[in-house]
């Protein structure tokens, strides 16, 4: 890995957090690849100043079973360093509205893309005895999810499947870890800030606010650079120390 500039794959870049998170690669002057689905509006004022940095467009709701596969082949080939998956599709089903075809819509975007990209791209990882792989989920997964994300924390929770694998990858330097990411000020949290619902739920977050993206994107880089050398096959929760309270 030395004298090669280092490569990052952001899927869901042009997120609240995906956007910190590109930032973040390239003051590390790394190589940057963000992936997004729609609004890629950020994403192309960064570029514009950066050199570093490649989009990609692709919408994982318009997907074909048959194709998902080959389709993962031409839009993310080539060498990554790291891998970053804050990929985020929620439809808003509680469990009694739920059907099966949201429910693989919901599982295909969320979890089965990102997983099959990361099978194709780990195996580079492994020749080049170096890679980071973090997969993000949410703090909705260890509460049960909202009463309408019940698809997406179902998604999430099968995200957080660590393949066994990861115990021989670790002998050559790649890692593989989830984190759950609690309630953050994004697009989404921002039209809930004035919710009762979400004003209660400040009150079991020990630190009585929100995250911001740019305190997720720091947890997020270090995860994926070389600052971590030791963590493996773990799934961490930043949450502000969120532990009960989930409606």
């Known amino acids: 890995m030395k004298n090669k500039k280092k490569h990052v794959l952001v899927l869901g870049g042009s997120s609240d957090i995906g956007i910190e998170v590109v930032k973040n690669f390239l003051k590390l002057k790394w190589e940057v690849t963000a992936h997004f689905s729609k609004n890629k509006k950020k994403l192309e004022i960064l570029k514009k100043n950066s050199k570093n940095l490649n989009i990609i467009k692709f919408n994982f709701a318009n997907y074909n079973n048959l194709n998902i596969e080959k389709l993962m082949i031409k839009k993310f080939s080539g060498r990554y360093d790291s891998i970053i998956n804050l990929v ?7 469990f009694e509205k739920t059907n099966l075809n949201s429910i693989l819509k919901s599982l295909t975007i969320n979890a089965i893309i990102p997983i099959l990209v990361e099978k194709k791209l780990v195996k580079r990882m492994l020749s080049q005895k170096w890679g980071r792989i973090l997969n993000c989920s949410s703090i909705g997964v260890k509460f049960g999810g909202g009463k309408n994300s019940y698809n997406y924390s179902l998604a999430k929770h099968c995200l957080e499947f660590i393949p066994n694998s990861y115990k021989n990858w670790a002998t050559k330097n790649v890692f593989i870890n989830n984190l759950r990411i609690g ?43 070389d600052i971590n050398s030791y963590m493996t096959g773990q799934t961490l929760t930043a949450s502000g120390g969120e532990k009960i309270y989930f409606k």
């Open 88 to 94: 985020g599709y929620i439809d808003n089903k509680g």
């Open 183 to 225: 309630v953050t000020d994004t697009k989404i949290h921002k039209k809930m800030k004035n919710n009762l619902n979400m004003k209660e739920r400040l009150k079991f977050i020990p630190i009585n606010r929100m995250a911001k993206p740019k305190e997720m994107a720091v947890y997020i880089t270090n995860l994926t650079t």
